[in-house]
């Protein structure tokens, strides 16, 4: 089979699946466990990563990948970046947030959830595998998607390490908006990866000395 000889090669791969995919009469078990298999398999060694989405939508996909690819790295290594992750709930606001962080010089990537979830996480995923610094707005989107999308960025980190991939990620700030209320409660982490958390609940504006932290970051150079 052609995928048994692809999986042998060490370069990584990346594999698509249309979200219909109009399985042949009597194949539809076989390919339907096989495609399973590949969307819900242990993908920790970094061979592939598996993409389910429309056509045009996976254009995009591979669009961000090779801009990726093409990225300066300085230094031998991975650019210093923020990336500001958002739910649709609060996109609005998180469009404040990173038009305010441009206006410092701070270099910010945005990242928004689309319509279709496995997208979505797609994008999330090859995101934060750049990211050294990732924002994650707390608003109106409810706690569960934002431990989810805390969990995810530490098993990302966590398969780079695994696979001996080098990896980016050294800070997540979780950025409390004013619809939060400042209501947050954050579970334990491992200490792999440092949380700091920016409580600007308390006015629509950003408040200047709420962002200084990650500002001063921005300006350092190097790991909080």
């Known amino acids: 089979m052609q995928w048994e000889i692809a999986l042998k090669s060490e370069v990584r791969k990346l594999i698509w ?7 042949a009469e009597g194949q539809e078990d076989i390919q339907r466990d096989f495609l399973d298999n590949l969307a819900n398999g242990d993908r920790s060694s970094g061979q592939y990563e598996f993409v389910r989405a429309a056509q045009t939508d996976f254009f995009y996909v591979i669009r961000d990948k090779i801009a990726q690819l093409l990225l300066p790295t300085g230094n031998g290594g991975p650019r210093r970046t923020f990336l500001v992750d958002t739910h649709q709930k609060d996109q609005l606001y998180a469009f404040k947030l990173a038009g305010f962080l441009a206006e410092y010089d701070v270099e910010v990537d945005f990242n928004q959830e689309s319509h279709d979830p496995n997208l979505s996480l ?9 990211a050294q610094n990732l924002i994650i707005l707390a608003g109106k989107v409810e706690h569960a ?52 958390i920016l409580d600007n609940s308390h ?16 300006n350092a150079g190097g790991p909080a």
């Not at 200047?208 to 921005?218: D, F, N, R």
């Open 17 to 23: 699946q249309p979200v219909d995919p109009g399985l």
């Open 145 to 196: 998607w934002l431990w989810g999308r805390i969990k995810k960025a530490f098993k990302i980190v966590s398969e780079q390490f695994e696979a001996e991939d080098t990896f980016a990620l050294e800070n997540i700030w979780v950025y409390l908006a004013p619809a939060s209320e400042g209501r947050l409660a954050l579970p334990k982490f491992p200490p792999l990866i440092k949380i700091n």
């Open 122 to 130: 797609t994008k999330f995923e090859q995101s934060v595998r750049q």
């Open 203 to 218: 006015t629509e504006t950003i408040d200047p000395q709420v962002i200084s932290p990650l500002l001063e970051q921005a």
